[in-house]
């Protein structure tokens, strides 16, 4: 079974970048990625989503222009970059994995998960 780790959350101010990580334990090529987010009382929610080859993303409306989702399959890694951040982007990050070939944007999509990285922006 593959394994996900995120990493890279933390404390960052308004309007500063920081850049989430998604290391797959094995055969990155196999899986679509998604990143998912889950604000304290809130449901888990589509952040950005990547093809298992990369040729195609897809991101939530409200952070469309702000993030970028990417991957290196080489490295068996994905990332989510965030800039200019919000404090409403306050949440925790989780990374999530489906085998096969399309764009996956649902959390009942994905069968793995890792364990998530807070970020909180907060002045």
């Known amino acids: 079974q593959v394994q996900l780790v995120e990493s890279g959350g933390g404390l960052v101010q308004p309007g500063d970048s920081l850049r989430l990580s998604c290391s797959v334990s094995?055969?990155?090529?196999?899986?679509?990625l998604g990143w998912f987010r889950q604000a304290p009382g809130k449901e888990r929610e589509f952040v950005a989503a990547?093809?298992?080859?990369?040729?195609?993303?897809r991101y939530a409306d409200s952070v469309k222009g702000r993030f970028t989702v990417s991957r290196i399959n080489g490295k068996n890694i994905g990332y989510l970059q965030i800039n200019n951040a919000r404090p409403e982007d306050t949440a925790i990050y989780y990374c999530?994995?489906?085998?096969?070939?399309?764009?996956?944007?649902?959390?009942?999509?994905?069968?793995?998960w890792g364990q998530g990285t807070q970020v909180t922006v907060s002045s």
């Open positions: 094995e055969r990155a090529f196999n899986y679509g």
């Open positions: 999530a994995a489906r085998a096969g070939g399309i764009i996956y944007t649902q959390v009942s999509d994905f069968t793995i």
């Open positions: 990547i093809t298992r080859g990369g040729s195609a993303t």
